[in-house]
């Protein structure tokens, strides 16, 4: 209720393309994302469904197509018809907004797990220190990693770690939270203890987009799910047509080769 | 017995004189090489071609000549230019320009050492390059870097003898006095050999300390 | 500028017939100094490193000790105590042996502790390993340890000897007849210090950039080489 004045969609991706030399990752995809809501993309590996998400917080600028975060143009600034990339400065301020959860959780190692919650909220927002420790214990509390406040990340297993990395999301306090196959990278047995994390926080109403290859998860967590092929959106919809009755032959393909596995 | 520790006493006083000296051409070489080594390795991470050949050069060139004819070519050839030079700065500079070709290297492994996407995390949280830097980055390359900068202040620190030849008064340049001074050849030179071995022990030692912290680190 | 280019470069055609000869000399009686230096050292140095590992706790202490002394006192040092400061117990080199020997003796601490390092590197398991699928102790070291040691100890050794050439100027100061000497001399004489310097540090870099190229390649050879091994 609180965002009445804010009535547009807190996600808008306007015909994004992104290429890396010759190679066209993205052909050109959209997406809306409602306050509260959360997406799922899904497809095989190589469809760009990484590097959408990475578009998303600028962190590969697009080829081309915009960015708007609640309301506002996000990494470039325009004036009538002409856009105008960001210098890094307002960028850093923009994303700051934005959560991210890697695959490979680049946790920093020189820092133990409270610092590496409480030092962007330091460096960034201008917390003083006692009270962005408070905030760095409240978020690790909340990923249930409290005991391990002190360790180093060297200390703690793959899943620990992306738990820690998912606190260090939360206390910049985002208004959007991306995840990178925040699983892809662990032992099966890990798995679990990280996707209850972003189920919990899926049911406090965060608004996320997050790529994975668990459909499963998917399914549960998503309130709407994108599958991505060769760059562009084949189709999209509610899990529960998506998943349960895939229409293109291609999504199909897909869901047999990850249940077969 | 008594006449070594007057021989000792008489001519110790000058080879520590010596070592003081020693000490600061090491300190100051150093702080220069470390400016430039890192300077380097950090403007060579932006990716300018050209300005990343002409650190190659420097690196290539200044790795592969003797550090003693580089320091003969600042003492004897800036006068041939124009420009008087002391032998202390001399020996600074040629030292120092010297070891900042080996710590852009050092740095540079350092900080390739960091996976990017450290980097990325911080910009992730909404910090700018120059805040991942600060950070994020150059703590960890501190780490990393801390046992080969170590080892390079040692060979540094024996480097200095070098620069007895454009009469720095360093330890070699007093002993060579004492020794046309004294004639006590022998004695002179076992307690230069001896004061050198005394200033890079206990660095060894850090050295030593640092590998074992690293090892524990990994 | 480029007039003053050409006027300094006019310099050395001008005097080359005299400073060719002597430069070309010089430049030989440094490649074999570095040669002989870097040969004592690969003996010293290995034995040292056998030493270290020894059981028998004297031999152990002295090479220890060798390797440490050895490595925390300037070439610079160690060159004037044998050239000059054992003359009065009777003692004489030539300036040409006194800076092989030198030299030599202070680049043999760090080749033993590479030998030891490459010695050491390889577990204990390897061997066993080879033991029990039939191996000689000689097979296994030929076909077992020797090609791991290699691997690590090559790229540091070859560094040493880019290091030892480079060294080799500081015989100059025992008055060895070297290319940094006579450089020297020869700017003294000429009083084109500039001229004689810069011809010495291009003769070095000359001799010194191949070596570093090699070492290169062969770093990253023995790394990919590595990694083949542990199979990652």
Redesign the interface.
């Known amino acids: 209720m609180m965002e009445v004045g804010l009535a547009g969609p807190l996600l808008q991706v306007e015909d994004i393309h992104k290429s890396f030399g010759e190679l066209e990752v993205l052909k050109g995809v959209d997406m809306t994302l409602d306050r509260g809501h959360k997406t799922a993309i899904v497809g095989p590996s190589g469809c760009g469904k990484s590097t959408m998400l990475r578009c998303i917080?600028y962190?590969e600028r697009p080829t081309s197509g915009h960015i708007h975060l609640d309301g506002e143009l996000f990494g470039e600034t325009r004036s009538g018809d002409r856009y105008t990339p960001m210098n890094?400065?307002e960028l850093?301020?923009?994303?700051?907004?934005?959560?991210?959860v890697?695959q490979?959780f680049?946790?920093?190692?020189?820092l133990n797990a409270r610092d590496n919650v409480a030092?962007?909220p330091m460096?960034?927002?201008g917390l003083g220190k006692a009270e962005a420790n408070e905030l760095a214990e409240a978020m690790l509390e909340k990923v249930h990693m409290s005991h391990k406040i002190d360790e180093f990340p060297?200390r703690l297993s793959g899943g620990q770690q992306q738990r820690v990395?998912i606190a260090?999301?939360l206390?910049?306090q985002p208004k959007l939270m991306l995840f990178d196959e925040p699983t892809s990278a662990l032992d099966p047995e890990l798995i679990g203890e990280v996707l209850n994390v972003i189920l919990e926080l899926a049911e406090e109403g965060r608004s996320m987009v997050l790529v994975t290859h668990e459909i499963r998860f998917a399914r549960e967590v998503a309130d709407h799910v994108i599958f991505l092929h060769d760059g562009v959106i084949v189709e999209e919809g509610p899990p529960k047509q998506v998943i349960d009755k895939p229409q293109h032959e291609r999504l199909r393909a897909f869901l047999r080769q990850i249940v077969e596995h | 017995m008594e006449v070594f520790f007057t021989k000792l006493t008489a001519l110790g006083g000058p080879l520590l004189l010596g070592a003081a000296t020693t000490v600061a051409i090491t300190l100051a070489s150093l702080a220069v090489a470390i400016v430039i080594g890192l300077s380097l390795a950090l403007i060579r991470l932006l990716g300018f071609r050209p300005i990343n050949w002409l650190i190659s050069i420097y690196v290539e060139m200044f790795r592969n000549t003797p550090v003693l004819a580089q320091v003969f070519i600042i003492y004897f050839s800036l006068p041939y230019l124009g420009m008087k030079i002391n032998p202390f700065p001399a020996a600074v500079i040629g030292l120092g320009l010297n070891g900042g070709a080996m710590l852009t290297e050092v740095f540079r492994a350092g900080l390739n050492a960091i996976h990017y996407g450290q980097r990325e995390a911080a910009l992730a949280v909404g910090m700018t390059p120059w805040m991942s830097l600060r950070y994020i980055i150059l703590p960890q390359t501190w780490r990393i870097t801390l046992p080969p900068l170590g080892n390079y202040s040692i060979a540094l620190l024996k480097d200095t003898a070098v620069v007895s030849a454009i009469a720095a008064p360093e330890i070699m340049f007093w002993a060579r006095n004492l020794v046309t001074s004294t004639f006590e050849t022998t004695f002179v030179y076992i307690l230069a050999a001896l004061l050198y071995f005394c200033l890079s022990f206990p660095l060894a030692r850090m050295v030593d300390g640092f590998e074992r912290r690293q090892r524990a680190w990994q | 500028m480029i007039e003053d280019f050409k006027g300094f470069l006019a310099v050395y055609v001008e005097n080359w017939s005299d400073w060719g000869p002597q430069i070309y000399e010089a430049v030989w009686v440094t490649i074999q100094l570095t040669i002989a230096s870097f040969s004592l050292a690969l003996v010293l140095g290995l034995l040292l490193a056998l030493g270290k590992l020894s059981r028998i706790g004297f031999l152990r202490g002295f090479c220890t000790a060798y390797i440490e002394v050895a490595r925390g006192i300037p070439a610079l040092a160690i060159l004037f105590l044998l050239y000059f400061g054992l003359v009065p117990l009777g003692i004489v080199f030539d300036a040409f042996t006194a800076g092989a020997i030198g030299l030599g003796m202070s680049a043999a601490g760090y080749i033993a502790e590479v030998f030891r390092a490459g010695i050491q590197a390889i577990h204990k398991g390897q061997r066993e390993a080879a033991l029990a699928v039939g191996m000689t102790p000689l097979m296994t070291f030929r076909y077992i340890i020797l090609p791991q040691a290699i691997r690590i100890i090559l790229p540091p050794m070859l560094n040493m000897a880019i290091i030892l050439l480079k060294d080799t100027s500081i015989c100059s100061l025992i008055s060895t007849d070297e290319l940094m000497l006579r450089a020297k001399d020869l700017a003294m004489m000429s009083f084109l210090p500039m001229h004689l310097f810069l011809l010495a540090g291009a003769i070095y870099f000359c001799l010194s950039w191949p070596l570093s190229l090699i070492t290169r390649r062969v770093e990253t050879m023995m790394q990919r080489g590595r990694r083949q091994t542990f199979g990652g």
């Open positions: 917080n962190m890094e400065k850093a301020r923009q994303r700051a907004h934005v959560g991210m890697f490979g680049y946790l920093w190692p020189h030092i962007g460096k960034v927002r060297e990395a260090r999301a206390a910049q």
